[in-house]
DNA sequence: CTGAAAGCGCTTACAG
DNA sequence: CTGAAAGCGCTTACAG
């Protein structure tokens, strides 16, 4: 006996790869026709097609993804290319969500996500136009668009299919999706008002941000729509700012009884200082933020925020992209798509409002459910 | 004149792509020595070395990454299966972290990360199988960890560069990444004996995760080598039992001075529990948690916590991949490497103890750096 | 509906 | 050190 096991023919893996012509030899037609069936092409009769497929199968075949692409077919890749430090990224709640969102999508799609980290805006329109030369990506996902981004006109002179995550009004010629801060603004107010409110303050972050300023200017126009007192207190970025304003608007002769924070940070550090001066929330100043994360939820009391669920904003994008890329390639758009939007246009995501004990008295002593359940069994 | 701009050859993109070829027809040179130069690899001389790569860089020459990989090159990606939903991937700090982690390392080495989410362990293997039978990664991540993990046998199986991220001791043959748990323990009990603690709770999660059991042995172990008095009380998963088990805890006869928790959500649950009993933390009893997140830096007071920094265990990650991945390919390790490990050796990340006010009393008052700033400057 | 061929853009031996 | 050729595994016209 000659030992039959282990003595694999060469390299590394088991043996040499099965391709289409092995297939063809065992089937007894040439590999085209096998290329024909297993694209589930016409041109092979329905008896052979299976024939094929059967002996496929049971060659336990792949295709070659290699080959695949260099004649021609789509690479299957959706681009991402992140011009922020790693450890900014990871600090960050949006990201991993969104991203989880966007794989549940594409790999659902057999598309898969590519991602580049690079350290300036030069780098990541470098990658771009590499991305697309060594045909590495059939698309590319945009995301942190900024007033007047360079990318744009960048992405819009490439001519390939390319998504911005953001909006509205700056994302040019490209199709985008983004999430509707006007809607969001009216949800809150609307809350706000429907528990009596009738003074209340929003403290900023920079406007930089483009929904900085869609924020901004729905809050004006819904005070003046609703005939409330309503006051503006630009904070820039970030907690420091958040504790100061906060401060000075409790310093007003008259203050309001509703504050809203533009993100989850803000608003924590404004409930500090609302702590620190013995007011009490939501007795003394109802607080609203507009980004939901751990921390407004384990909050105590916990924060009344905007959910734009970061898991289906990722995934809206995905959907969006697939279909960017199959218009394109002159493909119709995938089933489930209703109808087949044009290029260039947009999605919008509605946002929520998820009402907790930081406006709504009645809610107190409610934590967030698993806590609660815990605390009742014990 | 005739119009010379606009009317582009064909299809998308502008013109027929510029490859070897178009360079050696310049160069005067066949194309193999093209290869060979914009590869570095001898073979050509210095002179048309320089001659060829300028002219790539003149008609901005892009390998196809096609017809590399069909040709026998490195593909130059990672793949990583996650078999979780995207809500629960995208609830966890970790996750995005160990990403962006795990990206900037890879970027930078040009490599690329390709994640997929399924639904099921089975799910998961097939997809190794048919990445590698595609061709379509040179090597892949295998995250969280289990006792018995039927991955790894089928990985080993594989015989392709795999690296799993977690252990000790469950890795099989195959190389791995962990934090060492048992450090950490070792940090948590001598920060707290240190403080004069002598009577110790430890609050553990299930021990369905190979770290719980590391870290209940060294806790064990720790308390008979130091004279402590050490108590242990199985929680079970989540924020529900760490409440019971906290309650658990404080109805014993002499209570002790410090609770350790698993996990950030489960030191948050004990929190509240104290809180409601009227436990002052730290000056009734001093809590730790396993875990860092937004949500111990943003508890009120701050609780202490190990840092084992996701986004640093996902650096880590991706270099030992990318020596798995060469030393595979018969490659010296990449440059930077401390010599060339054994392709199964492990590596083992080094944990820290962020001490905050719920151990150290000193250090009341005292809230996350950023907020500090803003509160001292209203 | 099926066959034979060319081509995608590289890399890798193998001669000179 | 350089040239000519074969081959990686598919897809896509183009004849029969």
New binding site residues.
Partial sequence: MTSTTGDQPRGTGRG??V???DIARRAG?????V??A??GR????DA?RERILGIARELQ?E??HA??A????PVKTVGMVLARPAEVLGAEAFFGAFVAGLQEVLSAADYSLQMKIVDSTEAEIDTYRRWFGQRRVDGVVLVDLQTDDPRIPALEQLAQPALVVGGPGHHGSLPSVYVDDAEATRLIVEHLASLGHSRIARVAGTAEFLHTMQRNRTFTQLGEELGLDFVQQDAGYGASGAARATAEVLRMPEPPTAIVFDSDEMALAGAYVLRERQVPIPGGVAVVSYEDSPLTRGHHPPITAIRRSAVEYGRAAAQRMLEVIDTAAGRPAAPGAIGTPAQAESRVIEPQLAVRASTDPALLGVAHTDLAVGLDAS
Avoid: C, E, Q
Wanted: hydrophobic fraction near 45%.
């Fill in positions: 040499k790869r391709t289409i012509a037609v040439t590999s085209a026709a290329s024909l297993v694209n016409p041109g092979v009769s052979t075949w295709p070659s080959a695949r260099l004649a021609g077919a």
